[in-house]
């Protein structure tokens, strides 16, 4: 049988687009806090520059183009995100839905700080699904698009990378499950593939499947 449609032992999921609509909101968040630093850069270049990836990414990106940004972009950034999550946030469609009726384990794995995750989570009411199984780029020492952290993911949930599948809505993640060595289906349900092709993009990037409503998830 195809590896991509077998029952895995263990799912790992993305957050941000993945079970949370957050993406257009987090990337909105991105440009005005930049824009405030006089660094230009648009909502479809923030997506396409910075989807699935880290602030200390984008920190160092900047860094890179020699446009430092201050030494308190994060904490600034985090503040301004957190705020707009608490008013706008809401989960991806029947995302609830999939996790009740999920037989095997999962957790999730996140380029976003705990706190953001945590705070996602909560809002849109998808917390009690996990726990404390919530992985973060935080605990490890490279995020994705480098493995670490959806290995990290599967150690502490004593899982082979094999029998692993990760969801996930961006190409750096879709690189980094793949460089795992796990089955990976690309997400496109969420708000920031409206006008995008995303089947296209993730597909373009390895993943194993793609798929857009949440109602699909375990259609073959």
């Known amino acids: 049988m195809d590896r991509s449609r077998q029952r895995p032992d263990l799912v790992i999921f993305d957050c941000d687009g993945v079970l949370v609509d957050s ?21 479809a270049q923030a997506l396409e520059l910075f989807l699935g990836r880290s602030t200390s990414a984008i920190t160092q990106h900047y ?10 972009f994060p904490v600034r950034l985090k503040s301004r995100v957190l705020t707009a999550f608490e008013k706008a946030l809401h989960p991806i469609p029947d995302a609830d839905t999939v996790l009740s009726g999920l037989r095997v384990p999962c957790c999730v794995a996140s380029s976003s700080d705990l706190d953001r995750v945590a705070l996602s989570l909560r809002v849109t009411g998808l917390a009690p699904h996990f726990g404390d199984r919530i992985y973060t780029a935080q605990m490890v020492t490279h995020g994705k698009p480098a493995p670490d952290l959806f290995l990290h993911a599967a150690e502490k949930m004593g899982a082979l990378p094999a029998r692993t599948l990760v969801i996930e809505d961006s190409v750096s993640g879709v690189l980094a499950a793949k460089a795992a060595g796990m089955t990976v289906w690309g997400f496109v349900g969420g708000s920031h593939y409206r006008g995008r092709d995303g089947q296209a993009i993730l597909s373009g990037a390895g993943a194993d499947r793609v798929f857009a409503h949440m109602s699909e998830f375990w259609e073959a």
């Open 23 to 43: 993406e257009l909101v987090s990337c909105q968040c991105l440009v005005d806090e930049l824009s405030g630093f006089g660094i230009s850069l648009t909502l």
């Open 63 to 72: 860094r890179e183009l020699g446009q430092a940004v201050p030494a308190d």
